[in-house]
């Protein structure tokens, strides 16, 4: 099979790696440089979109930002998949949230705004603090602001107005009601054709300043793994679903808030390398060339810490049993996602001693909050 992923960065990379050893191909249509290039070596290999539509079996995407002519070409190839529906759902807020509330799915109370008249509505109808949020574009707390009280909206407007001056046509804001969750968490899961569904174990997240810092698997509480897969049942089957999906979630006092939604592999999905049975980029793969889906269930407890704007860590790290470094060969720039390392125990106290020492390796600068967070957990 030949699968071809809409976006070059680490998660086609990471496809590519898990497709290997089945015999799948993988390579990367660039949505900016409009070419299609081998993900790991960069290989390029002279071919626009419709090129590289014809010589592969499949196309998925790695990112739901992507053009709309992009996404209407691969959708009338008949072999898109998730395809256009999900990417577009994923990739713009308005239509996120009209999804969950389609299917009645608990999310976060939220209000569109066009104008600076709408915000205060805003403010009275849902309240305050609120989290203002970009309909399209937005990744890594990009294109967000946060309004706590009413002497700020003026300012905040201004900034907004600003934002939306330099972005997308057909752009407009969500407010989101700010939730006091007591952690985040996410769940990763995999549906196939015939609509068979596959649920990794939930996953405790860390976010720092809106990026992914620190996840943990598995995530522990009752009740909560089956509202999860609920959600994801719900989501999943009304998009007709085919490949890995990934939820985030707030928990509030026990009870699962959906965040946002993520049609592809997704960063709280990197412990599946090592702490799953078969990890989230080999049953992307398996999903989408119809293949037997792999078994999601939980080998070891796992945590994954993303390494931001460096491009190496002490190489004492790797004496740690269990741990696994994964770089993804990017030009180092600050706040940048260059790797990540997983490590996992044959159980969670093992788990969480290792990742206390790999922590005592990390410099303290390069990841805030990440020795807190590890001490707050469970
Ligand atoms: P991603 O890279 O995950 O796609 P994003 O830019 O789409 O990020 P969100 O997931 O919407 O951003 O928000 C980033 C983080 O900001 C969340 O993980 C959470 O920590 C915080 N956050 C977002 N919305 C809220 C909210 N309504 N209440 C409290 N915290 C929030
Ligand atoms: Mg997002
Ligand atoms: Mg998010």
Redesign the pocket.
Known sequence: MKVMVLGAGQLAQMMALAGAPLGISVVAYDVRTHSVVHPVTGQDYQQDLAAGINANDVITAEFEHIPHDILDQCQASGKFLPGDRAIRVGGDRRLEKQLLDGVNVPN?RYQFLATKADLTAATQSIGLPL?L?SALD???????WRLKSETEIDAVWAEIEEFLAHSSDNQSIVA????P?NR?VSVIGVRNKDGNIAVYPLTQNH?EA???SLSVAPATGENLQQQAVSAFEKIANELDYVGVLAI?F?DVDGQLLV??I?PRVHNSGHWTQQGADCCQFENHLRAVCNLPLGSTELVRPTAMVNVLGIDSVHQKAMEIAGSHQHWYGKEQRAGRKMGHINVAGKDQTQMLAQLNALLTMLPEAEFPGLSTAIAKLP
């Open positions: 976060a989290v949020k937005g990744y890594d707390g990009k294109g967000q989101e009601q700010w939730i969750f985040e976010h809106g990026v992914l985030e707030f965040n946002e993520a």
